[in-house]
């Protein structure tokens, strides 16, 4: 399965400032999915990263507020912007490879705290 | 959209004693639930998968089994060590949705 490497693992950010979450798989993979999980809580998928094009965010969430690129099948990168102590949770990115796959993987996380 | 529901929150069992989590999901259309392990400080960890096309499937020490009718499927861990302590998720996705719905996740304790 792909190796997935996620950075920053954790950040203390003060409100009012945006954060950039670096994801980068060692293979290249067809489905890109950036989640949040909110502290004791499950995930909840934010927007599906598409190669080349804009995402596709669930709703509510927003484009403005969670600025998502993928130039290439390797790598993406969340922005969590304008932040506000509400945005401390965790970040993962989580990655599937092919049409017909199945077995998503997850990165280890980006722990987000806002101060 | 998909509902997955999932039952118990916490779960204290003994060690070698089975350990049972149970989801439901509201899509029919539903046909592929993985059940994920994650430990604290860590991304989640595939353990296990099922697709619809098939009733049970078993892993070692782990199980899963899908009941499509009645749209719940069930993760079995049969003689539990410590190691098995940590947080599950099931979800689920369909075709056309290929992104996880999860569940609210069970705590499972194994205690020595």
């Known amino acids: 399965s792909a190796v997935i490497s996620q950075k920053p693992s954790r950040d203390i950010c003060q409100r009012g400032t945006s954060l950039t979450i670096q994801c980068q798989v060692d293979?290249?993979?067809?489905?890109m999915f950036w989640y949040r999980q909110q502290p004791g809580q499950s995930l909840t998928l934010i927007a599906t990263?598409?190669?080349?094009?804009?995402?596709?965010?669930e709703s509510g969430f927003v484009i403005d507020k969670f600025p998502i690129s993928r130039p290439n099948l390797t790598f993406s990168t969340l922005t969590v912007s304008n932040m506000s102590p509400e945005d401390s949770s965790i970040y993962l990115c989580?990655?599937?490879?092919?049409?017909?796959?199945?077995?998503?993987?997850f990165g280890s996380g980006t722990r987000l705290t806002v101060v | 959209g998909e509902n997955v529901e999932q039952h118990p929150s916490t779960l204290s069992v003994q060690e070698g004693d089975s350990a049972v989590i149970k989801c439901t999901y509201s899509?029919?259309?539903?046909?592929?639930f993985p059940w994920y392990k994650q430990e604290l400080g860590k991304g989640p960890q595939l353990i296990i998968d099922?697709?619809?096309?098939?009733g049970e499937k078993k892993d070692q020490r782990i199980a899963v089994t899908l009941n499509k009718t009645a749209k719940h499927f069930s993760l079995h861990i049969t003689e539990t060590q410590p190691e098995d302590s940590a947080v599950y998720f099931c979800?689920?996705?369909?075709?056309?949705?290929?992104?996880?719905?999860f569940g609210s996740g069970t705590r499972l304790q194994v205690q020595p």
């Open positions: 989580s990655v599937g490879a092919g049409s017909q796959v199945y077995g998503y993987t």
């Open positions: 293979s290249q993979v067809t489905m």
């Open positions: 990263a598409n190669q080349g094009s804009e995402a596709t965010y």
């Open positions: 899509d029919s259309a539903s046909n592929y």
């Open positions: 099922i697709r619809s096309n098939v």
């Open positions: 979800a689920a996705s369909k075709p056309g949705r290929r992104a996880l719905t």
